[in-house]
């Protein structure tokens, strides 16, 4: 498998070089979003706004960078919609990850962390504080990227 970029409303893939998989913590909230009423919501104004930074960041591995450019034009809608997911991304954000980024029209969230020790440690944090708190519904999922492998196999 390969990481893929993903243009036009998703359906257009091409694969995606990179030397460097990322560490990724996703936070699935309790509420649930639907799709279709996000789109449905959705009011673009100004100019939309060019993935071409996030995309060369991924590729060479640039963590920080990467997390500096990311963006979704659904997230407002989504976060009107479900204040839930608007607050759950506040308090990522406030964490000092890399970045933070409604996952598509939600209501998952994702953090782009700098390594693997930096997401686990997030994953325990969050999952004590979920054990206090009555957001217990909440679930969360370390994971990695994708690394598309050299033609040598390694």
Known sequence: N?????????EILEPVPTAHAFDVVVVKPHEGLSTAEVYRQLRL????????????AFEKGEVQLLGQSLHNRLQDTAFALAPVVANWYERLSKLGQAGVLLSGSGSSLFVLCRQSSEARQLVEVLSSGLASETLSATRLYQTRTCLEHSATGR
Do not use: H, I, L, N
């Open 45 to 56: 104004t100004g100019e939309s706004v060019s993935g071409q930074q996030a995309r060369r």
């Open 2 to 10: 390969s990481a893929a970029w993903c243009t036009g409303r998703g």
